[in-house]
């Protein structure tokens, strides 16, 4: 009996530890913006379409209790796909109270792909969420934007023209908490066959 007792302790040990500082997930996916202009690249339609995958966290708000914030470096893990030169994904901007709601892919010259997200959350074990009906051009600098994605009397902003897309986030579990649930289990396994013996 006090084997089970220990056993269990350690399962019950890595619910808490998983909810110390930070949830961690990697979020990966694709974002589309394609010409609704007639233009034509290649013999075909115009579209810029992102493929990425990186390591987003959900982190305490030091002002909020209870709520947590989307936090996420920048990476060059985004492979573009279409006529504009190579996006990156830029890092969390906004601060404490404001906040980003979305996540901004933008290239060298300034052409920028967003997609919204929940940003703000008081459920961290359930991962972000992201409005794949928000993908959007957000800004169009560049030649090659204006000729082939967003033609109209030489606008040179293009706020808000729509995209899609598909976006997963899967939790990263924590090692320390694996441990000990594979510890709690292996013991429990013991128990059990100890009294089969």
Not at 133 to 159: D, H, K, M, P
Not at 168 to 185: C, F, K, N, Q
Request: charged share 15%.
């Amino acid at each position: 009996m006090r084997a089970l007792l220990i056993a269990l302790a350690f399962v019950a040990l890595a619910t808490p530890l998983a909810h110390a500082d930070s949830f961690e997930y990697v979020v990966s996916g694709t974002a589309s913006v394609p010409d609704y202009f007639g233009n034509v690249c290649d013999g075909g339609p115009c579209v810029q379409t992102l493929t990425f995958s990186f390591p987003f966290e959900l982190i305490p708000n030091p002002e909020i209790p209870g709520l947590y914030m989307g936090s996420w470096a920048p990476s060059d893990n985004v492979q573009s796909f279409g006529p504009l030169s190579p996006f990156t994904l830029h890092g969390r901007i906004g601060g404490v109270r404001e906040g980003p709601t979305f996540l901004p892919f933008i290239n060298a010259e300034g052409d920028e792909i967003d997609i919204k997200a929940a940003m703000w959350t008081t459920t961290p074990s359930i991962a972000p969420r992201f409005d794949l009906a928000a993908v959007e051009l957000y800004a169009c600098q560049s030649e090659a934007c204006i000729e082939s994605l967003y033609v109209r009397n030489g606008i040179t902003i293009a706020l808000g023209v729509p995209g899609f897309g598909t976006v997963t986030a899967t939790r990263v579990s924590e090692p320390l908490t694996l441990l000990l649930v594979g510890i709690g289990l292996s013991a429990l396994a013991g128990v059990r066959r100890a009294r089969w013996l």
